[in-house]
């Protein structure tokens, strides 16, 4: 049952950003799935700055629908409000923008003027399931962006910019505006807002009996009693655990 609540506009607090920037995805799509949530990951986006792919933000989404010729022209860009720009301009602090590209990859969604632009305005990373022009300059963009491939393509090409802050696909996950994407060097998982909390909360302690579990199986330990932990292991874990707390 989705809490009505928690409203996607409202803020992350702070001890749910700490803990999900210590959460990889893998371990977010573990929890997802034990709450019934079985495609919340991106299949094949990419991380495009190998420094850059730690990424926790607020879902501001972009939706194309497929180019025509008559409409998608080159002079459309002199418009400051053409929906694109426009989109730019209005993503806020700590929001990533996603953009549905319907798995479209011969055009780019965006380029690294934009991205730029984005860097600057606070946002928090920028996840496409299509395609970026301008690679060179997003493999030294000191902000997180996860895309397909290249291409030098205009998105005129391809794409018409619609709508913005409805909900979209996007590497054939549902994100709606408020969700929670966390990106890692794995790909994007989307988190629905409503469960950020206590699945931030769950993956944190879930990353702290691994690292556990791990140094133990580092040592030669067999996967028997330890992975999963049997009780014997959750009792050397817990007094671990009272020396060495996560929070």
């Known amino acids: 049952m989705v809490d009505t609540s928690i409203k996607a506009h409202d803020p992350l607090p702070e001890g749910t950003l700490q803990a999900l920037r210590r959460a990889s995805t893998a371990t977010i799509t573990t929890q997802l799935l034990s709450r019934g949530l079985r495609n919340q990951f991106m299949q094949g986006l990419r991380a495009l700055n190998p420094a850059q792919v730690n990424m926790v933000g607020v879902a501001f989404t972009l939706r194309y629908i497929p180019a025509r010729e008559d409409v998608d022209v080159l002079s459309v860009f002199q418009d400051y409000d053409h929906p694109q720009r426009k ?33 600057h305005r606070g946002c928090a990373g920028v996840v496409t399931d299509g395609s970026v022009r301008d690679s060179d300059g997003f493999a030294t963009l000191e902000m997180p962006t996860f895309a397909k491939s290249p291409s030098a393509n205009t998105n005129l090409i391809q794409h018409h910019a619609v709508d913005m802050q409805v909900p979209i ?68 874990y817990e007094a671990w655990a009272a020396e060495n707390p996560w929070r």
């Not at 998982?189 to 950020?196: D, E, N, Q, T, W």
Request: negative net charge; hydrophobic residues 40%.
């Open 169 to 236: 696909g996007c590497g054939e996950v549902a994100v709606y505006p408020g969700d929670v994407l966390v990106g890692d060097s794995d790909g994007v998982v989307c988190l629905p807002r409503h469960l950020a909390e206590e699945v931030a909360e769950a993956a944190a302690a879930q990353e702290h009996l691994e690292s556990f579990v791990l140094s133990k199986v580092e040592s030669g330990r067999p996967l028997r009693g330890t992975y999963p932990p049997d009780e014997a292991t959750r009792a050397e």
């Open 87 to 119: 989109a730019v301009e209005s993503v806020g602090r700590g929001e990533v923008m996603v953009i549905d590209s319907r798995g479209q990859q011969r055009a780019a969604s965006l380029g690294h003027i934009l991205a730029t632009r984005l860097l």
